[in-house]
């Protein structure tokens, strides 16, 4: 997976779909965003900013992931 990557966006639906391997959470208000922990850090905005010293604090404590993880979610 290269940076940057199209951010998966929560969409609103009339069910939830139904049947086995299904998975759901909330939607949160938050700040949408990628984690990259390769060498470094870089945290990726949905729109593809590179918000890394928006979330130092979040990139600092991601240095203990194995490298070649990528997170998505709500920071």
């Given at each position: 997976?290269?940076?940057p990557?199209?951010?998966?966006?929560a969409?609103?639906?009339?069910?939830?779909?139904?049947g086995?391997?299904?998975?759901?959470e909330?939607?949160l208000?938050?700040?949408?965003?990628v984690?990259?922990?390769?060498?470094?850090?870089?945290?990726?905005?949905?729109?593809?900013?590179?918000?890394?010293?928006?979330?130092l604090?979040i990139?600092?404590a991601?240095?203990?992931?194995?490298?070649?993880?990528?997170?998505?979610?709500?920071?």
């Amino acid at each position: 997976m290269e940076y940057p990557v199209e951010v998966a966006l929560a969409q609103q639906v009339p069910a939830l779909p139904e049947g086995p391997g299904w998975w759901f959470e909330p939607k949160l208000d938050g700040d949408r965003g990628v984690l990259w922990r390769r060498d470094t850090v870089r945290i990726q905005t949905r729109s593809g900013r590179d918000a890394t010293q928006q979330w130092l604090d979040i990139a600092t404590a991601a240095m203990e992931l194995p490298p070649d993880t990528v997170l998505d979610g709500v920071m």
